[in-house]
């Protein structure tokens, strides 16, 4: 066989090793399925590629092999973009397909035509041939460089290490195809194996998800090499000198005794020589090349006699991430405390401690592979792994999206072997080159160093927490123990209050009565004295009836609430109604009455009487603690729910009154109380502080909730002098929920006039 015979079949060979290639994406379990099928495309174009050579005379089109390596670029580009997760953009991509489609039509149309020059001279290749070269050269250089961005676009190093190890294979698989495009025969063979060797390793890389570290390899390789060149160049030298001696020698010494004494010589003091010199260039290499080397036995003594001293989880945090990050150069990390909780989820506190790390909580599930993992594997685990390795592939979406938030590289447990108390999580370092095993070993033994740290610091926290929620919980108990007080005094104010507001008109009625019966006897009694004394009475039998309604009323908000009747009302009639038993007040103690947006209120679905007697009690209230001269505000207002579609109406009673102390800000709601003196008896519904039986505010605040609305008062405190004044706030739902409409509007304005049983 000659050798071009040998050549024809060379191919085959190719096509073989190809075909072996095709299983080995195969291997790996749940991997990226579009990836798979991909890098198969690219292999099975290969075959084809191959297989062209072998036919090559056979086949009528020209440049068949070149078009389908094309095809092959083609392919390893849409290898690349789902390798990268970047799909290609549409211009891009309708670009490359008419790239493509011009070359092949190039070839078929002008078959055989060469690009000629202005000056007669053509070049060695056909258009067709040139245009696939152009091609190729631009959708190589793309996939290379789109890969080179993504690398250098990306932060954490196990990240950009696989990128970095694509780039790599890609430059391999390039340079094959460039040296094959040479046509010389050994070149070409050269390119086919590089360009072969650069396939493998793209087949490797889709297969296995951990790459070995890119760099560190490479420097490593490059250091060994520089350490044994380097070491054997004395040993040359010495052979090389005694080689040119001993000719010479040769002429003393005939017996070559001088020559053997040299070399037994030489040799000696070589060995004794060679050990040290080659340590020395060992170290001088490996400063340079071969990574970083720390003393780790001091960084763990000093970090466990560090930790021991530390009693705070957020020291402790800043003091194992320092550690950590000043080994291994890294500035981003965080201490998390794991907690399990109950239902047997793991809740996550973040600590921390270097780098801006988002600090919410997070829970994960009691079976989810992230914990797990950490737990049962008591080893570092990376973000690589998580992000790339199968096995992690069941992390929930929304937990998986909280790990990449953090930009961690690495998590380590801080477990004692039965439970994880806590998690290090370490970010990339800082020169980008990927975390080594000895370096994750090392981060472990100071985790495992933590776990007694972390356990008594926990223990503390929890220990300050209890102390805290004690102090509080006396805090609440003294202050609830002043309620109490209040309460009480309440209770016993109420009989006070009740016998002498009933006992005053009493006593008017029966010291009339007795007058009219006496005078009666006497037959003194005159028409006009006989109206005068009935007047008396009637005032205070009419005093009783009103209190006794009240009352009632009020003893009816604590069995079934209050009975409203809604109909369509309108506010400002309400407010009205409620002003003019008050008008004479107003005008004698020379106190103004504002109205602010109550005319522009809608009407509201509302039990009108009832609002009238809500509305009459406070401003009563309002005009009773507001001192001459002073000014009263009625401000109302439409508000929409933010949460509903519902529309509320907002009303504020604004006096500038003497004010109420906080203390008694819920208090003035409840029955019966009244701040100041529970003896003195009512003094008149308008007089200035006059005192009333401390049923007012409660009938109004039963009304305002009857209509599924609130109340509330707002004020600095009670000062006479300064007089910081009171707002009292009503907010009502147009539309009360469950409420019917059961009297007509015209009917509800008929009906308004004073009812009997107002109070103030
Ligand atoms: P009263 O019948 O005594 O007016 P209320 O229930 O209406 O009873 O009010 C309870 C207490 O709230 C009153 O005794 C008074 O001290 C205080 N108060 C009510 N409204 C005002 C106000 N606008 N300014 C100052 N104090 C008020």
Redesign the pocket.
Known sequence: MTINETTQYLPLIGVLFYTVLIIMPQIRRGQDKALATWLLIVILLSIIWEFSFFLAPQIQYPNFALTILLLSTLAIGGTTSSYIEKRPSKKMATLVTLAFLSVILVNLLTPYRYFVFPDGTHLLITNGTLLAYMTWLGLSGLILSRTWREYKNTLLPWHANRLLYWCLSLSTIFLGEILIFTEQFFIVLAGQIIRFIGIVWLAYGVSSYRIFDVRTRTRRTVAFLIVNVLSALPLILIIFLILTFSQELQQIDQTNTLILVLVIITITVGFFLYEPYRNIIKRITYKFLGGEVFNTNQAIRNYSQASARTLDVQQLSILVIGTLSELTESNRGALMLVTKKEDGSYELETIPAMGSVPRENVTFAYDDNFIAALSLQHQPLLQYDIDFNPLYADIGDGDREWLKRLEMEVYIPVSDGSDIDGIIAIGPKSSGVPFQPDELDLMQTLADQTVIALHNARLYSELNNQNERIRHLNDDLVEQNEKLEVMDRVKSDFITIASHELRTPLTQVKGYTDILAAMNEENALTREQTREIVGHVDRATRQLETLITAMLDASQLDVDGMQLTFVKTQIDTVVRLAMEPLAQALRERRIALHLEGVEELPPINADFKRMVQAFT?MLG??V??TPDGGHIHVIAALVPSQITEEEFIEIIIR?T????DPRFHEL?FEKF????DPQLHSTGSTKFKG????????IAKGVIEGHGGRIWVESEGEDEDRLPG?SFHIIIPVTPPNTIETIQESAASKAASRPSYL??
Do not use: E, S
Request: charged share 10%; no cysteine.
């Open positions: 009690n209230n309002a009773k603690y006096d009154g003497i004010g109420i003035i109380f009244r701040i100041g005192a009333g039986p401390g049923l007012g505010l409660p009171t109070v103030g």
